[in-house]
């Protein structure tokens, strides 16, 4: 299954397009390469995706067309999950 296809139906991004958006601009991994939105997904793969204030590492667990929502959370394993500190945050932390 294609990577933007995963990441929309597995929830981890609400829309297709927004999932090729964040592809595009290289935030997104497969075991440790940049992945293309055309990618394939497998079961195993390691897949790191940067947000703008964390970074989630999940392994896929299954790959399913479509799903439920509660479907959607069998899909994948949070392996790792970092929040990203702001200067803000660091000035208080102080």
Same mark, same amino acid.
């Given at each position: 299954?294609?990577?933007?296809? %995963?990441?929309? *139906?597995?929830?981890? &991004? #609400?829309?297709?397009?927004?999932?090729?958006? *964040?592809? !595009?601009?290289?935030?997104?991994?497969?075991?440790?390469?940049?992945?293309?939105?055309?990618?394939? *997904?497998?079961?195993?793969?390691? &897949?790191?995706?940067? %947000?703008? #204030? #964390?970074?989630?590492? *999940?392994?896929?667990?299954?790959? #399913?067309?479509?799903?439920?929502?509660? !479907?959607?959370?069998?899909?994948?394993?949070? &392996?790792?999950?970092?929040?990203?500190?702001?200067?803000?945050? !660091?000035?208080?932390?102080?």
């Amino acid at each position: 299954m294609r990577l933007d296809k %995963f990441l929309k *139906v597995s929830r981890l &991004i #609400k829309r297709r397009t927004l999932a090729k958006e *964040v592809c !595009d601009q290289g935030r997104i991994e497969i075991n440790d390469r940049p992945a293309k939105a055309s990618a394939e *997904v497998k079961v195993n793969d390691r &897949i790191t995706i940067r %947000f703008a #204030k #964390k970074t989630l590492t *999940v392994k896929v667990l299954t790959v #399913k067309d479509s799903a439920k929502k509660t !479907d959607a959370l069998e899909m994948f394993e949070i &392996i790792k999950e970092d929040y990203i500190a702001t200067p803000e945050q !660091d000035f208080w932390n102080n």
